[in-house]
């Protein structure tokens, strides 16, 4: 191998894996090693490259020492824009912890830097569509009283809503299946959910019919959605602007 | 009036989420509350919008009217006694059934339950604190609640109901007691102001019995003592409270309130209190009306002011004409709106906006930009010294702008592609900043020359505004152009 050829550590699509590759690069040093996640395209000519076996023992030590070292915030940060669905999002955060072990809890803040505004871009978007989805995602009632909910978001949100509905709908068995990357959040009454690959569709339309009060519900919101907005003040670009039509796909009133 | 029997929770729903589309307030936000452990939902203090009305409102709650029945006249109101529109009302167990199915499935954040009046105020009050402490006790619903305070209901009515909600508003209807007295004269200022005055007192007295609650060993036996009250509180409230409620003057039956109402939550109103007025009913202008809602801000300590521009609904002759069909300008609401953001945000005071001299907002500049151009001699400030209240000031630059200019300048010395890329909308702060001692373009500080550049930026914006087409939500996100993303 020349010397002057760069390293790159190719990593699964997770946070834990992303998280392990840096770690894997920090050891090999950081001067000539890249991270990038594993997705078949963009290879260089002047690098060579390594797969990393995702650890979840060491992502958890990086996620530990960066909220310890440098912020809870940069933590927060570095795993929301883990989720994106940038390219490049890897080195991204790699270059970001790089200079925030460096200069400390302050680097959340140093946005003329293109590498924190890069990663504070990603993390806020992700929080954004996350934070939509709070609102659009729509549970539906099968028979056996489980609320299933499809989504298609361009961020792995799934690890946030999974949060958020944990504590929200607590008391109720729940899934919420992200129809792009085949990726679901299973609640179980009471627990935690579970965050599941390999999900499919069908799989979910397999789960049983709607329930009788299903619809009947559906068709109250229904209603309620078309009688609530004002028709002198109609206003379709504000709308569109709120509530974008990739949203929609799922959310059975505002389609009608 | 026209009293429907049996209609179907569906016609019931259509007539009362109909009739309670013209409140302006559908906001969730205010409080963070973890789920309760037994039943379902919870509250963020962001607030979460749930969908989108085709007029491009936000939906967060299901904000209904439990009656459109109505005792009261008022020329302004669809549901006034003398328009001959078909008449429902829910059950307390409908309202609750409507909220707790919408919550599950995730259309809603929570309830917003305002009404007609229907008997009397205090009955009303009544059946609206049924309907929250039936909500609250029997289906455990933890998400969020909004509920209207009834002018003229009873003090402990409106206490009660505090307990149990999140936040209440009064409506204040007109800017002024004159509007009020022409226009809905069953109301009255003084019946409006009060309750808004009881809640405020109720949220004061609360946060320090908290405060008292934390180091005191008596207060913390007298939880104690009510928390053995627990189970027989919903009893109480419910089975009994018509005769209690009623019977306000006995001193025991005032203390089983209180101690019911204690329980309900921890905090009363968490939320805080909000208000609405119509604005273009009456000829009040944009001074008179930023003046009143300062006022409200400052007295009253409201989290709120909501405006709501007039549509003439009942087409009534005594009321501005409306021959277009379409209400007051949105500008108008807009405008005041903005002001308002300026007030609660920005550290403006009404009078500095306007004044008896210019009592109404310049129709092609915003309130911000309007004040810039009237106090050159402020400008231009240096985006690496000022501080943040000076920074505040700047057209073009927002609350999270500002903060991001203040912590990012501490690393390295700012210039304009850093600060544009922080969110700063240049095309209007370019007339009012320096960077490193250096303005963008060579820059008069001529009141006319930047006028004219700043008008062109508007006139595009206020053109879609009057023609209904883009006007954008305010929010604290004032960061369109910031980098990829669109919120």
């Known amino acids: 191998m020349n010397s002057t050829d760069t390293i790159t550590l190719l990593c699964e699509d997770t946070v834990d894996g992303i998280f392990t590759a840096i770690y894997k690069a920090w050891e090999l040093g950081t001067g000539h090693t890249a991270v990038q996640v594993e997705d078949g395209t963009s290879m260089s000519l002047f690098s060579t490259y390594r797969k990393v076996d995702t650890d979840s023992d060491i992502a958890f030590r990086v996620a530990r020492s960066v909220s310890r070292k440098i912020s809870e915030e940069a933590y927060g940060m570095i795993y929301n824009a883990a989720l994106s669905d940038r390219p490049g999002k890897a080195q991204y955060i790699y270059k970001f912890l790089q200079k925030g072990f460096k200069a400390g809890s302050d680097i959340v803040n140093y946005l003329q830097d293109d590498d924190v505004r890069n990663v504070y871009e990603m993390s806020r978007f992700v929080w954004r569509e996350s934070h939509k989805y709070m609102g659009f995602v729509r549970f539906e009632e099968l028979e056996s009283g489980i609320l299933c909910s499809r989504i298609n978001p361009r961020s792995n949100v799934i690890p946030l809503l999974a949060e958020h509905f944990n504590d929200r709908l607590n008391q109720e068995n729940w899934m919420i299946l992200d129809t792009n990357r085949d990726f679901a959040a299973v609640h179980k009454k009471g627990e935690e959910a579970l965050l599941i690959k390999g999900v499919t569709e069908e799989q979910l339309s397999s789960m049983g019919k709607l329930s009788e009060r299903e619809k009947e519900f559906q068709s109250l919101w229904d209603c309620f959605y078309h009688t609530i907005a004002i028709s002198e003040r109609k206003n379709d670009r504000q709308q569109m602007l709120m509530m974008p039509k990739r949203y929609r796909k799922y959310m059975k009133a505002e389609n009608n | ?487």
């Not at chain 2, 309202?95 to 009303?124: A, Q, W």
């Not at chain 2, 911000?368 to 700047?394: G, M, S």
């Not at chain 2, 991001?404 to 501490?410: G, S």
Request: a neutral charge; charged letters at 25%.
């Open chain 2, 1 to 487: 009036m026209i009293i429907q029997e049996n209609l179907t929770i569906q016609q019931k729903l259509e007539i009362l989420s109909d009739a309670a589309k013209y409140d302006a307030a559908c906001t969730s936000s205010g409080v963070d509350k973890k789920n309760n452990g037994k039943g379902m939902g919870n509250a963020k203090a962001c607030g979460i919008c749930h969908s989108f009305s085709a007029d491009g409102r936000c939906i967060s709650l299901l904000k209904i009217l439990f009656t459109n029945e109505c005792i009261y006249d008022c020329r302004y109101c669809i549901n006034r006694s003398s328009n001959d529109v078909v008449r429902a009302t829910f059950t307390p167990e409908e309202v609750c059934t409507l909220t707790m199915e919408f919550y599950r499935r995730n259309y809603i954040e929570g309830l917003f339950l305002s009404s007609g009046i229907i008997r009397s105020p205090d009955n009303t009050m009544r059946l609206l604190c049924e309907t929250v402490i039936l909500l609250r006790e029997k289906y455990h619903f933890g998400g969020y609640i909004h509920l209207k305070g009834i002018p003229g209901a009873s003090q402990d009515l409106i206490n009660l109901a505090g307990w149990y909600t999140d936040r209440m508003s009064v409506n204040l209807e007109l800017p002024t007691a004159d509007g009020l007295r022409q226009l809905a004269p069953h109301k009255s200022r003084k019946n409006i102001l009060t309750p808004m005055r009881q809640i405020q007192n109720g949220i004061k007295n609360n946060r320090n019995y908290l405060e008292i609650e934390d180091n005191s060993e008596d207060i913390r036996e007298i939880n104690a003592g009510m928390g053995a009250l627990k189970d027989r509180r919903a009893e109480i409230v419910l089975k009994e409270h018509g005769g209690l409620l009623s019977n306000t003057d006995d001193v025991t039956g005032r203390q089983l309130l209180q101690t019911a109402g204690v329980r309900g939550q921890q905090k009363f109103v968490p939320a805080g209190q909000s208000t609405q007025m119509i604005i273009g009913a009456t000829k009040e202008s944009d001074y008179h009306i930023v003046t009143v809602a300062e006022a409200l801000y400052n007295k009253f300590d409201l989290k709120r002011v909501f405006y709501s521009a007039f549509i003439n609904v009942n087409h009534d002759n005594n009321l501005p004409q409306q021959p277009d069909g379409k209400g007051v300008p949105l500008l108008r609401e807009h405008r005041l709106y903005q002001a308002d953001w300026l007030m609660r945000f920005y550290g403006f005071k009404a009078e500095e906006l306007l004044s008896e001299d210019k009592p109404n907002f310049n129709v092609l500049l915003d309130p911000k930009c309007d004040w810039a151009i009237r106090h050159l001699e402020q400008f231009p400030v240096e985006i690496n010294r000022a501080d943040y209240y000076t920074l505040l000031r700047v057209p073009g630059i927002g609350v999270n702008s500002a903060r991001r200019i203040v912590k990012a300048r501490r690393a390295s010395s700012l210039d304009f592609p850093d600060i544009k890329k922080m969110g700063v909308v240049l095309k209007r702060a370019l007339y009012f900043i320096t960077c490193n001692g250096r303005m963008m373009y060579r820059t008069r500080m001529d009141e006319d020359y930047i006028t004219n550049g700043l008008v062109g930026v508007e006139r595009l914006n206020n053109f879609e505004i009057e023609h209904h087409q883009s006007y954008r939500q305010l929010s604290l996100f004032d960061d369109v152009n910031f980098g990829q993303t669109a919120q």
